[in-house]
């Protein structure tokens, strides 16, 4: 306990270990990002968010706030940033449900808006009970796709599946049309490392698709590839008003192009993370 009318000792505290104190705020930026400012950098990967799920919607300003932050403290322009996406995690649930990592993912995908960012998709490459999957491979592949588009310049290149353009609503159904098609929509295959005998994924049909209509109750809904859109309807659906694809901790989805790469998560309703739309 500090003497009465003695000064305070001036020796400064011992610095904060960023391995142990890794959720104090600026720790780990003053442990492992500002001792390298010093030094050029071509671009960043990012592959984080697990942890922020809870609080999605602030993500979609943490995010860009730090890569602007980022590139302002370098000095070097908008170096390329590019953004892993959550894989997909934690058993899958019978019925269309809110879900934090879905909502963070959107978070991560609206960083997109900044100059020179890329996203690699990973909602089909996790595991059920490993928050950090073993399949790298795959996601080092899309990763390398951003960079050669991101930060080489190779405008033709595919770098991306599908990504959610527009909503039309024809009679009881939903068209969706999309961007980055590549050379065109189709149902794909996970990557996946399937266990011994387990059942290869029936690509007869398009899933991950649900419906929802003046109520916000979403159902699992009917969904057919038609040329480069997709067109969704449920039987307990008569107007359909909202549309969400992969909006699931643990998605069952298919959606690619024809190039490999699997379509980004998305939705084309505006309600309030966690809640169902109200009357």
Known sequence: MPV???????????????????HIPTVLYNGMIAPLIPYGIKGAIWYQGE???????????????MIQDWRARWGEGDFPFLIVQLANFLPRKP????SPLAALRESQAKTLALPHTGLAVAVDVGEVDDIHPKDKDD???????????????EENLVCSG?????????????R???????????????????HPGEARLDTSTLRGFAIAGGDGKFVWADAVIDGNTVVVSSSQVDVPVAVRYAWADNPDCNLYNKDGLPAVPFRTDNYPVGEAAKK
């Open 51 to 65: 942890g922020n799920s809870s609080r999605a919607v602030e993500y979609a300003t943490l995010l860009p706030t």
């Open 139 to 153: 996601i080092g592949g899309r990763l390398a796709l951003a960079a050669r588009k991101v930060a080489y310049g």
């Open 95 to 98: 019925e269309p449900s809110e």
């Open 176 to 194: 969706l049309a999309f961007e980055q098609v590549g050379q065109g929509l189709a149902i794909g295959v996970p990557p996946v490392h399937f």
């Open 162 to 174: 599908p990504v959610f353009r527009a909503m039309t609503v024809e009679g009881g159904k939903a």
């Open 4 to 22: 009465p009318g003695k000064p305070k000792d001036p020796t400064p505290a011992s610095p904060l270990d960023p391995a142990t104190e890794r």
